[in-house]
C-alpha cells in the first residue's frame, strides 16, 4: 500500500499536474496532520461541510469517514476536479470554481481548507464576511503569527485586527513542511476560527476602517476618521486594541466614506 506521498506523486504523473510553487500550491501527505485537521473541525451528522481547495482528496477521504450531512468539495483543477468526482461520486458534491468566487460563504456550517499560502489574506478577508459555525485551516507559521500578533508590535497589521475582533482564534496543530508535495520553505499551523457574532455590515464596515488606519498605522486614529471618543482618538492606529476598532466600527458607520477608499491599500500589510 502506497504512502500519500507516494499517491501524491503517481496522481500528478498520472493526471499530468505539476504543483506552481509561485502560486503557492502544496498537497498535504501526512495522514496524521488530516486527522488533527478533522479532529479540530469536530464534525457531526448535522453538519453541512465544505472543503476549499481539495486537491487530491486526502483530506475529502477522512472528512467523509466523519459522516458529515453533506460535504462539498472546491477544486480549481480541471483534471484534479475529473478525477475527484470518479473517486467520489456521490459520497460528496464537487464544485469545480475558483475558491475565492463563492465568498461570502452562507450554506455551510464548518469550513475546512488547506488553501495555497498566497491568498490566506484574501481568504481570511472574504470569511470575516461568511457565516459558518467553525472553520479550520492550515496557514503557514509567519502568517498565523500575524493573526495573532498584538497591537504596538511590528507584525500587527489590518488583516490581525481585523480576524481578532470577528473570531476567536486558536492553534490547533502543527504541520511541519516536510509534511508537503512540494516542500514549502516553513512550516504550518492548524487553526480554528469561530466567530463571535459580528454581523455582515458590521464586519464590511470594521473591514474598510482596518484597511484604512492601517495604511497610516503610525498616526493617530482621530487624524484618520471621526472618533467620537476623545481618549481614543488620540491612539495611534498601530496601539488600537481590535476590541477599540470593532467599537468604532459599531460607532462610526458611514463616518468612513469621508475618507477615499484611494487613501487605502487593503493588501499592504497582509
Given at each position: ?222 487624524s484618520i476618521l471621526s472618533i467620537k471618543d476623545d481618549k481614543i482618538a488620540e491612539k495611534r492606529v498601530i496601539n488600537l486594541s481590535p476590541d477599540e476598532l470593532l467599537e468604532i466600527a459599531l460607532s462610526a458607520g458611514d463616518a468612513i466614506e ?13
Amino acid at each position: 500500500m502506497m504512502n500519500l506521498r507516494e499517491e501524491a506523486i503517481a496522481l500528478m504523473n498520472y493526471l499530468g499536474i505539476r504543483p506552481r510553487k509561485r502560486l503557492g500550491q502544496s498537497f498535504l501527505v501526512s495522514r496524521e496532520a488530516i486527522i488533527r485537521i478533522c479532529d479540530a473541525a469536530e464534525i457531526s451528522k448535522e453538519d453541512s461541510v465544505v472543503e476549499l481547495g481539495a486537491g487530491f482528496g486526502f483530506l475529502s477521504e477522512e472528512l467523509i469517514r466523519r459522516n458529515p450531512r453533506k460535504l462539498t468539495l472546491v477544486e480549481l483543477d480541471r483534471k484534479i476536479c475529473s478525477y475527484l468526482m470518479k473517486k467520489f461520486g456521490e459520497k460528496a458534491e464537487v464544485l469545480c470554481v475558483d475558491m475565492m468566487s463563492l465568498l461570502p460563504l452562507d450554506e455551510y456550517s464548518k469550513i475546512v481548507s488547506v488553501p495555497p499560502y498566497n491568498i490566506s489574506s484574501k481568504l481570511i478577508h472574504g470569511l470575516v464576511k461568511s457565516n459558518f459555525r467553525k472553520a479550520v485551516l492550515v496557514l503557514q507559521k509567519e502568517f498565523v503569527g500575524k493573526l495573532r500578533a498584538r497591537p504596538g508590535t511590528r507584525k500587527y497589521t489590518w488583516i490581525s485586527a481585523l480576524s481578532q475582533a470577528v473570531f476567536h482564534l486558536e492553534i490547533a496543530g502543527y504541520i511541519s513542511r516536510f509534511d508537503f508535495i512540494p516542500t514549502p520553505k516553513v512550516d504550518s499551523f492548524i487553526i480554528s476560527l469561530v466567530p463571535k457574532g459580528v454581523n455582515r455590515k458590521t464586519a464590511e464596515i470594521l473591514s474598510r476602517i482596518v484597511r484604512i488606519a492601517f495604511s497610516r498605522k503610525r498616526r493617530k486614529i482621530g487624524s484618520i476618521l471621526s472618533i467620537k471618543d476623545d481618549k481614543i482618538a488620540e491612539k495611534r492606529v498601530i496601539n488600537l486594541s481590535p476590541d477599540e476598532l470593532l467599537e468604532i466600527a459599531l460607532s462610526a458607520g458611514d463616518a468612513i466614506e469621508r475618507c477615499p477608499d484611494n487613501q487605502a491599500d487593503a493588501h499592504r500589510d497582509s
